[in-house]
């Protein structure tokens, strides 16, 4: 973890996306608020549904179908909510790419993974095609594609999972973006692979100065890429922090809950306990705490006053009425294990 | 046991939330009512009909809507809202008939074909490829030349070629169902193949053929129809849709009714079967894919 | 003054004869639009009524059926049978030309007779089976026959004896008569008619151009046709044909559906021309005494037949089936057919008298009867739902049977039937072949209906050698009266051809035999 | 480009279906009721006249050699000879063809050109009223029997409005696709109503595939993302449909020939069938399987060029 102090690339402020009528939204990214700064690994993580998906596709504006999107995104200064789709084009891919859970649905199977990679090129930059073939080799190489020349007529089908995820990257890699949105990057790939790809994206972002925000589920996966760890419920921030202290420390009734309930000597990427119940569904927030209904220490205030997300300690923020008891319950818990 | 066995859709609670849910949806209540009303028709025509729909008025041949005459009367001085309401039991006839024996046949084919395997399914495979290479009316049109007009040799025509697609939607559904658990299970309970096959995955691969089955029987009209229209289908004087708008064919401008108003009950009924058909393919679809 | 008047007059009656010359127009093209194609036009191949109606267009007969029904000169000036009735001599014009302009000569007509009388080729040889020997010396034709035969005039009217021109058919590709004659036609024919056919898609059109040698002069003095060309169309739907000439698309249809003739008759751009014709439309009665299952015929009771045809009301079936511009039969043979007896309407309606035969024949309890139908036939549909309303009150309860044509033509030959429609149209100008197949036994079990007649088939026999015209016109008399007596068929009615022209188009006929005649037909610019 | 051998195997398959589609054929026509004798003779014609004909056709030879005498005979192109027509009915079939295929070809055209732009209009706002609208005319149109919207055509725009010939065909190209507009029409109507529902359906699918969000997350402009990621996988369905429809397409022009008199082998099937004219039924039989098989071979080629996963043989 780097000590010197980054400039702030991505400020999200007050991120709020929703869908369906105006009168009766399905709101599912509420009151977001997070920072990430160049070179640095966030971990987005939650339960499938948290909205942590939703947060990353309103950050490029390509929500569907047809999603709203409030707040602030501010792109190293400049608000990228109210750009028109031109001007947002100018950015993605550019700027900010993002790379996607299925690396088997997510490249045209009707097309050569050479014209994938060059096509962001032939958008992004004034190279010409010999130049973007080079290009495309090269960037195939990177991220460890074996004879990168001979596959650039390959099609997506011929090449084996893993392998996809890699030139996935690279495609995301074309035009040196500044911030990578990794959506699940590894969830579709089988263990070994996925340390490859992780180590891969890692090292990407030490080498290319390129800030990442990685979605995941998985909180191994947090703990070994991340430098700061932000936790998603109900479409709300809970939890954010160092990836250390959080995992070390955390606070939220839920991030307990997620962490606690993991035994202490498992191999850390074990998939999310599921606690008890299951997550509320975006018709049927209350409007306070969105973890009211499965959290042990809920109080009654908890379903109707939101709690807002408040500074505890060092560069942490955790949104809690009763951070005090949570803790007082799991320490409890693990005594009694 | 029996909780590993039990098809979920048997329970009687999903079915009523079934119905619930298929009456929530404004298409298969229109779908349903048009259906209703056509099988009414279809089953009391004498109690509906205001008059006669084969006896001659010549003191009123060919007018025009009227209250006395709705739908107008035709060259002979029927009752074209007589003739279109018996036309009901025709070609509701049509659609049933047309189909049912196809489907009972194909699903029984295709179960089997589709279990089992093997050389029977290649040589199913063969012919299902050598039947759809005749396109559909031809083939029935050239079984009916040979067999002769008229309605049975026409049900008969559309049955020879017609299970054919049946047969081949249930092989792939069973063949499907087959690798389950339950399917499993029941082998080893050492039940017979065939108590398997209907007692057991049929029942689970049957809904994609009932959808199929709701689209067919309003084929089975637009093709009976158009069998009559051709003069090989449902013979004159009997009143069917499409031997009417043959009928109606010599009046086009100066009686339209005699052929507008059979055409409106083709296209309305073909619409309920298809407005309930899609439904129902909306609703059995399987979720979570 | 006095020789000022035939002055005048001679003035005047040359401005009458000037008008109506004037009113004929030469040239221009007519469209006509076909209810189906013809395959072969060749006087001796053709077998289908699209077929034969089109043959004495192209190919001109050696005497011709006049607009009355007699019989005029064609090629030849005009015969002169032997009077032992054993020999015909005919002298053709002089300067006769085909259409390519070579010489029409004796030759050509005895290649042309002796090709219409081997019975190896086509279906109408019998016709000449009375002729032994055809010759020619120069323009004079002799045919020497066997026995006399007083349909041979007739014959020599009908289209099988069409004049083909024998150099240019032999140099025609082919190993055997018949492919040449379909290389002749397909080519293009050197023809003797008015028309040549010039070009031809088949099952789609046809078009005929004038032939510039044809012999024949219209009213103006010059050669005819005065087309210089007709189109034919095919359109087999009677529908799309009538809104084609609705819509101007063609200048005449034929085979106008009886219901649409009142309206295309209101129709100010139109005139709906009905033409009389040969053509009859009946119903065979199974006469023998037991059905093809063995059981016992009801219907081999003449009283029963009898009974039957009272008991049907032509005016009605007329009215149904025709719209009115048919008539009831009143006799075997359509009124327009030569020798024609029948004063009256056979079996005018009178259900009381049918009630009267059918308790002397001892059914007056009444009995089952099957009407076998030509399946998609309207027509049909409606004879039989009013057949079966007017005789269900004698106790007749009348049942239908659906078939197609080939199957009716089965049965009518198998005798596996009890009453099933039937239509027909005289092919020759001559009352023996609708005789012959109605009638006489021996030819087709009197059209299948097994009547066996010692009478009548014993004087039909005799008409058919007899010579003195008088006498067959008895015989003819006799046998039409015996025939309705018996009652083989139920009589139903005649039906004209409906041709529906458009109001520029004058001259053409369908004559009653059915023939398209595009000769005399002309178009007002 | 799909490779030789991938060809050369799809073309074998071929075979063992069509030797079974010539035994249907044969057998159809021989073991059924009728004779054709009967049929093609006049009613005047005496039981001698029938036999020889029974002779001419072969029908006086065992099954077996008739069905041999078949095969060779229509691998040589001899189909035998129309008695209705009187002609040899490879040459009467190869003279009515090109208009059926014309026919074809302009419906399945205009079916493309009236469903294509639509089904984008409707798949780009589901379930919007426009969407909702355009499925439920289609709907409708889907209800129609093709001779009925015939009707409704030729009443309408020929009889009334005079915008198109009644019927019949032209004698150029230009006059063909005039008079052929409604016939072509009448069965475009309701195969565009097939192909509007797949294709929406399967754009709705694209439009939300990953492949689609993620060409749009590279930053690619709307044109090429519509054109290189959605249309070309939209489309490989579409083929597949439209593929799978000529059987529906030529059942259509059979209808259709014959409501507006086009001189097609539709209305020739209809006329050999009235006229039971054996050997043309069979040979027009047999030309539509060959016709039905070509298509599903084109189709077959077509998607395998569209989409590189089907190459592999």
């Not at chain 2, 063969?126 to 008229?150: E, K, N, S, Y």
């Not at chain 2, 299970?163 to 339950?182: C, F, G, H």
């Not at chain 4, 009187?86 to 190869?94: D, F, G």
Request: some cysteine; hydrophobic content about 45%; proline content about 6%.
């Amino acid at each position: 973890m780097s000590q010197i102090e980054k400039e702030t690339v991505l400020d999200i402020r007050r991120l709020r996306t929703e869908f369906g009528l105006t009168e009766r939204p399905l709101v599912a990214v509420d009151d977001v608020s997070f920072q990430v700064k160049a070179g640095e690994i966030l971990g987005l993580v939650g339960e499938s549904g948290s909205g942590k998906s939703i947060t990353l596709r309103s950050i490029l504006g390509i929500v569907r179908p047809r999603g709203r999107v409030k707040g602030e995104i501010l792109w190293k200064g400049r608000d990228l909510v109210p750009l028109d789709e031109a001007a947002l084009r100018r950015v993605r891919g550019r700027e900010i790419a993002m790379i996607f859970q299925e690396p088997m649905s997510s490249l045209n199977p009707l097309l050569t993974v050479g014209l994938q990679i060059s096509e962001n090129l032939a958008a992004h930059t004034d190279l010409d095609a010999k130049a973007r073939k080079a290009r495309a080799v090269e960037l195939l190489d990177m991220v460890g594609i074996p004879a990168a020349r001979d596959r650039l007529g390959d099609y997506p089908h011929e090449f084996s999972g893993g392998m996809r995820q890699r030139v996935m990257i690279a495609i995301a890699l074309a035009s040196n973006p500044q911030l990578l949105l990794a959506d699940e990057p590894t969830t579709a790939l089988d263990v070994t692979i996925q340390d490859q790809i992780l180590r891969l994206i890692q090292a990407l972002s030490r080498d290319l100065g390129m800030a990442v925000i990685l979605v995941t589920h998985d909180m191994g996966v947090v703990a070994e890429t991340c430098d700061r760890v932000a936790v998603m419920y109900g479409g709300r921030l809970c939890e954010t922090g160092p990836t250390a202290d959080v995992i070390g420390d955390a606070r939220h009734p839920y991030s307990l809950g997620l962490l606690r309930s993991i035994p202490r000597d498992v191999a850390p990427r074990t998939l999310l306990y599921s606690i008890p119940g299951a997550p509320p569904s975006l018709n049927a927030l209350p409007a306070g705490c969105a973890f009211t209904a499965r959290c042990p220490v809920a109080g009654p205030e908890c379903r109707d006053v939101r709690p807002n997300l408040g500074t505890a300690g060092k560069n942490r923020q955790v949104a809690c009425h009763h951070r005090e008891q949570a803790l007082i319950h799991f320490s409890a818990r693990e005594a009694a294990q | 046991m029996s909780i590993v066995l039990q098809s979920p859709s048997r329970k009687a609670s999903r079915v009523n939330a079934f119905i619930g849910r298929a009456f929530s949806r404004p298409s298969f209540v229109i779908g349903f009512a048009i259906l209703a009303l056509s099988i009414a028709l279809a089953l009391f025509p004498q109690l509906l009909a205001p008059y006669d729909p084969l006896a001659f008025d010549l003191s009123a041949i060919q007018q025009g809507p009227s209250l006395a005459h709705p739908f107008g009367t035709d060259n002979f001085g029927r009752d074209v809202l007589s003739r279109v309401i018996w036309a009901y039991r025709v070609d509701m006839q049509m659609a049933f008939f047309a189909t049912i024996f196809a489907l009972l046949i194909g699903v029984t084919v295709g179960a089997f074909v589709g279990y089992y395997g093997g050389i029977a399914d290649t040589i199913f495979g063969r012919c299902v490829d050598a039947i759809i290479t005749f396109p559909f009316l031809v083939l029935v049109i050239a079984i009916v030349a040979v067999l002769g007009p008229g309605l049975i040799n026409m049900y008969v025509a559309i049955t020879a070629v017609n299970w054919v697609y049946y047969a081949r939607l249930t092989r792939a559904e069973i063949m499907a169902q087959k690798s389950n658990d339950y399917a499993a299970a029941g082998r080893v309970l050492g039940y017979s193949d065939r108590r398997i096959i209907f007692r057991h995955l049929l029942p689970n691969a049957i809904s994609p053929i009932i959808v199929y089955w709701m689209t067919d029987m309003a084929l089975a009209i637009l093709l009976g129809s158009s069998l009559g229209y051709l003069g090989l289908g449902a013979q004159p004087p009997a009143a069917e849709w499409g031997v009417l708008i043959a009928e109606g064919r010599n009046f086009l401008l100066t009686a339209w009714w005699m052929s507008l108003m059979p055409g409106i009950a083709i296209v309305l009924t073909g619409l309920g079967f298809s407005l309930v058909g899609d439904a129902l393919a909306d609703l059995l679809r399987p979720k979570g894919r | 003054m006095k020789r000022l008047l035939p002055i005048l007059l001679g003035a005047a009656l040359g401005l009458a004869a000037a008008t109506s010359a004037l009113a004929i127009e030469r040239g221009g093209a007519m469209t006509f639009a076909r209810y189906d194609d013809s395959t072969v036009i060749d006087p001796v191949y053709a077998d289908r009524n699209p077929d034969l109606w089109m043959v004495t267009g192209l190919y001109e007969t050696l005497l011709r059926n006049g607009p009355d029904g007699s019989i005029v000169p064609g090629l030849a000036e005009g015969y002169d049978v032997a009077a032992d009735g054993l020999s015909i001599k005919l002298k053709l014009r002089d300067g006769l030309k085909f259409s390519d302009g070579s010489a029409l000569t004796g030759a050509d007509v005895v290649f042309s007779l002796d090709r219409a009388r081997n019975p190896e080729l086509g279906p109408w040889a019998g016709l000449l089976g009375a002729v032994d020997k055809a010759s020619a010396d120069g323009n004079q034709v002799t045919l020497t026959l066997k026995n006399p035969d007083p349909t041979i005039v007739s014959i020599l009217a009908t289209f099988n004896t069409g004049i083909m021109p024998k150099a240019a058919f032999e140099k025609a590709a082919g190993a055997n008569d018949q492919e040449k004659a379909r290389a002749f036609f397909e080519a293009g024919p050197v023809t003797s008619g008015p028309f040549t056919m010039k070009s031809r898609v088949q099952g789609s059109s046809m078009t005929f151009e004038r032939n510039p040698n044809y012999w024949r002069p219209g009213t103006d003095g010059k050669p005819l046709p005065y087309l210089d060309q007709v189109d034919f169309v095919i359109i087999p739907d009677d529908a799309t044909r009538i809104l084609k000439l609705q819509a101007g698309e063609v200048d005449a249809a034929e085979f106008i559906p009886f219901a649409r003739v009142g309206e295309l008759g209101a129709d100010p751009a139109l005139k709906m021309e009905l033409f009389p014709s040969t053509r009859i439309v009946y119903a065979p009665i199974n006469t023998r005494e037991t059905r093809k299952d063995g059981s016992k015929n009801p219907l081999a009771d003449a009283k029963v037949r009898q009974a039957l045809n009272y008991a049907t009301d032509k005016n009605v079936l007329i009215k149904l089936v025709t719209f009115d511009t048919g008539k009831p039969m009143t006799s075997l043979m359509s009124a327009a057919t030569q020798l024609h007896y029948g004063p009256e309407p056979l079996y005018p309606y009178n259900p009381e008298k049918a009630k009267q035969l059918l308790e002397e024949a001892g059914l007056g309890g009444g009995f089952e009867v099957t009407f076998t139908t030509l399946a998609g036939s309207a027509d049909d549909a409606t004879l039989f739902t009013a057949l079966q309303q007017m005789w269900s009150p004698l106790g007749v309860n009348l049942k239908v049977e659906q078939v197609d044509n080939p199957t009716r033509g089965e049965k009518n030959r198998s005798g596996d039937f009890d009453i099933h429609t039937y239509g027909w149209a005289n092919d020759v100008n001559d009352p023996a072949q609708v005789t012959g197949w109605l009638g006489y036994y021996k030819q087709r079990q009197a059209v299948g209906t097994g009547w066996n007649n010692e009478e009548f088939n014993a004087l039909f026999e005799k008409s058919n050698v007899e010579v003195d015209p008088a006498k067959r016109k008895d015989e003819y008399k006799k046998m039409q009266e015996i025939y309705a007596d018996g009652a083989p068929l139920l009589f139903l009615f005649e039906t004209p051809f409906a041709v529906a022209v458009s109001k520029s188009v004058e001259g053409y006929v369908q004559t009653p035999l059915g023939a398209n005649d595009f000769s005399e037909a002309w178009r007002a610019k | 480009m799909p490779s030789l051998s991938y060809l050369m195997a799809r073309l074998l398959q071929i075979i063992p279906t069509f030797l079974l589609v010539m035994i249907f054929i044969f057998l159809f026509v021989r073991l059924l009721p009728g004779d054709p004798a009967i049929a093609m003779a006049e009613a005047k014609a005496t039981d001698a006249q029938l036999e020889q004909i029974r002779h001419n056709l072969g029908l006086d030879q065992p099954l077996p050699i008739q069905f041999l005498l078949f095969v060779t005979n229509t691998l040589t192109g001899d189909l035998g000879r129309s008695i209705m027509l009187k002609a040899p009915v490879t040459e009467i079939i190869l003279t009515r063809l090109p208009t059926t295929i014309f026919l074809a070809l302009y419906s399945v055209l205009l079916a493309i050109c009236l469903a294509g732009p639509l089904a984008f209009l409707a798949a780009a706002r589901v379930n919007s009223a426009l969407d909702v609208t355009i499925r439920s005319v289609f709907q409708v149109g889907l209800s129609m029997p093709v001779f009925y919207i015939g009707l409704v055509l030729l009443t309408v725009l020929a009889a009334q409005l005079r915008w198109f010939p009644v019927g019949g065909y032209g004698t150029s190209f230009l006059d063909n696709l005039h008079h052929l507009m409604l016939p072509a029409l009448s069965v475009a109507l309701y195969t565009s109503a097939i192909i509007l529902r797949n294709l929406r359906a399967s754009l709705i699918e694209v439009l939300d595939a990953d492949y689609v969000q993620f060409a749009r997350a590279k930053g690619l402009s709307p044109h090429i993302v519509m054109t290189r990621h959605v249309l070309r996988n939209a489309l490989v369905s579409t083929v597949t449909l439209l593929g799978l429809s000529i059987g529906n397409l030529m059942s259509g022009t059979l209808v259709t020939e014959t409501v507006f008199a086009v001189p097609g082998v539709g209305r020739l099937m209809l006329e050999a069938i009235f006229a039971r004219d054996y050997p043309l039924i069979q040979g027009l039989t047999l030309t539509f399987a060959v016709l039905v098989s070509v298509v599903f071979l084109l189709t077959d080629i077509v998607q395998s060029w569209l989409d590189p996963r089907l190459r592999q043989s």
